[in-house]
């Protein structure tokens, strides 16, 4: 039973059209959520960290919010280099695991 | 200068060797990891240490075997390669719990033939 689902899989955009990435997770007592960026053949880059629903972070033309189900990253008006894949995880009270999600793999085309 | 290194970056062996992946971390942190990625690239943990001690152990099988000298390294070494190990490595670290922040290391890329 999976416990991050990311939705889309893949997500094809056109340069500057605005759209959002979803992560929900069925954890209990979420202990904090990671938002990560994945470039072929790197490892994983953080992006994010939100600790309780309502919190939002923002970063250049990502901004990451977080309610008690699920968190969304919108990407405002993308550019080429922001294709990547994007992973969410979630730590959850009572362990020390971080649970990612299988991500979502965006491309922006010129 | 590299926050989480491991080297080598690209291994490939033959079924039956035994190999080992080093990781160091610079950020002075007292808790690393390794993750595995698959190659439907779910990211999954295997081992974590906190100050050289073993804290998680997922259902890894017991020829991958962690070893962790002091604080900022965290080796990884496998016996008897098999060729489901193939995947990427990662090592990470993070300050004290899971709460804080994960960094990782560029991922070795191990092929067994």
């Known amino acids: 039973e999976d416990q991050v689902t990311q939705s889309p899989e893949a997500l094809r955009l056109q340069e500057g059209e605005s759209s959002s990435l979803n992560c929900s997770y069925t954890?209990?007592?979420?202990?904090?959520l990671f938002w990560y960026r994945q470039d072929p053949g790197k490892g994983p880059e953080f992006l994010f960290t939100?600790?309780?629903a309502g919190e939002e972070k923002e970063k250049e033309r990502l901004k990451a919010t977080l309610t008690k189900k699920e968190s969304f990253l919108h990407i405002t008006a993308p550019k080429p280099e922001d294709s990547a894949t994007y992973l969410c995880?979630?730590?959850?009270?009572?362990?020390?695991?971080?649970?990612f999600g299988k991500g979502t793999k965006l491309t922006v085309n010129p | 200068d590299t926050a989480v290194s491991q080297t080598p970056k690209y291994l490939v062996t033959q079924m039956g060797n035994d190999k080992s992946i080093k990781c160091e971390q610079n950020?002075?942190?007292?808790?690393m990891y390794w993750y595995k990625q698959d190659s439907k690239k779910f990211l999954k943990i295997m081992f974590s240490?906190?100050?050289?001690?073993?804290?998680i152990n997922e259902t890894v099988p017991n020829r991958f075997s962690p070893k962790s000298p002091d604080k900022a390294h965290l080796n990884l070494h496998i016996n008897s390669l098999e060729l489901g190990d193939s995947a990427v490595y990662f090592c990470?670290?993070?300050?004290?719990?899971?709460?804080?922040?994960?960094?990782f290391g560029e991922g070795s890329w191990l092929t067994v033939v």
């Open positions: 990470a670290s993070s300050r004290g719990t899971v709460r804080n922040t994960i960094y």
């Open positions: 240490y906190n100050n050289k001690e073993l804290i």
């Open positions: 995880a979630v730590a959850q009270g009572g362990s020390e695991k971080l649970v």
């Open positions: 939100l600790y309780s």
């Open positions: 950020l002075g942190h007292d808790t």
């Open positions: 954890v209990s007592g979420l202990r904090g």
